[in-house]
């Protein structure tokens, strides 16, 4: 069974830095693309980032780009993201997508607070 | 960016009568290979999202067979056969066409 559990949410302040981390088990982590999605609580969900099973291409949301950076380490069956100055704007429930030819699961997200 | 964009945002059902989900994109969802990704996810409150229909009729592992989705192009529809009590929430759809993922705005689901 697919199991994603995402870590690393905290309360930080604006400009402040976090990196988020899931770890993946159940499946081939290095066969799976991987990526992140937000959601602000009450409200939709909104895509951030994907990596490719390999982690030789990235994307990134308008939103994120030149701030975050996902990263992933086959060996240890771990995605990641970086979050560099951080925005109230960026506060939300992270979520670690795997993506299997069109096939989803979800971890259960990680809370991000951005606030002074 | 595709835009997605579900009717109804919210809709109160009767227990055990049929209820119905539709989701537009801005542009078509079939890609080169003739492969649509469009999916369905419900949400319940505190809880992530999870998988019910991938590539617009698939039932994923576990998902009841009262639920079914159909469309082709830019027009989808969920359906619910008959409605139970742990139906409630919220349900997206999602297009994953693009690498950049959209979702619709949610309906929310009411008994």
């Known amino acids: 069974e697919v199991h994603l559990v995402e870590s690393g949410g905290a309360l930080v302040q604006p400009g402040e830095s976090l990196r988020l981390s899931c770890a993946a088990s159940g499946f081939t982590f290095s066969g799976s693309w991987m990526h992140w999605v937000r959601q602000v609580p009450e409200k939709g969900l909104v895509w951030v980032s994907h990596?490719?099973?390999?982690?030789?291409?990235?994307h990134y949301a308008d939103a994120v780009r030149g701030r975050f950076t996902i990263s992933r380490d086959n060996a240890r069956n771990t995605l990641y993201l970086q979050m560099n100055s951080l925005r109230v704007e960026d506060t939300a429930v992270y979520y670690c997508?795997?993506?299997?030819?069109?096939?989803?699961?979800w971890g259960q997200g990680t809370l991000v607070t951005v606030s002074s | 960016e595709i835009v997605m964009t579900q009717t109804p945002l919210s809709s109160r059902v009767t227990l055990g009568q049929p209820a119905s989900i539709s989701c537009r994109s801005s542009e078509s969802l079939a890609d080169s290979n003739g492969i649509t990704y469009l999916s369905w996810f419900h949400q319940r409150p505190g809880q992530p999202p999870r998988l019910l229909i991938y590539?617009?009729?698939n039932r994923f592992s576990g998902v009841p067979d009262r639920f079914s989705g159909s469309g082709a192009g830019t027009d989808f529809t969920l359906e619910i056969s008959r409605v139970e009590a742990e139906d409630v929430g919220l349900y997206y759809c999602m297009q994953a066409k693009q690498l950049t993922w959209t979702f619709g705005q949610g309906t929310k689901v009411e008994i």
């Open positions: 590539k617009i009729s």
């Open positions: 990596i490719d099973n390999r982690g030789t291409a990235t």
């Open positions: 997508v795997r993506d299997y030819f069109g096939v989803f699961s």
